[in-house]
């Protein structure tokens, strides 16, 4: 019981200093950043979202494949 309280202790404390302790990062390269910039006009329409909505698109596709692998698992589990 000691151990697993330790445990959960020591997960909780480090989830908490690394969420605190994150450092700002440019989420572009220098060249993405460049033209995103010049990319800028009246319309509203520019390079940055197009790029922003990429970004979101490839940060999406992990987590789509990870729900599907874990519900076809879960059926697949509920059958046996």
Known sequence: MKK????WLGSLFLV???TF???P?????????ASVE???NESGDSIANGLNKGILYLM???YVIAGCVG???Y???KKK
Do not use: E
């Open 21 to 23: 302790q994150a450092a």
């Open 4 to 7: 697993k309280l330790a445990f």
């Open 16 to 18: 908490v200093l690394l």
């Open 60 to 62: 999406a596709i992990p």
């Open 25 to 33: 990062v440019q989420a572009q390269c220098a060249m993405c950043t």
């Open 71 to 73: 519900f076809f698992w």
């Open 38 to 40: 010049s990319s800028n």
């Open 75 to 77: 059926k697949y589990s």
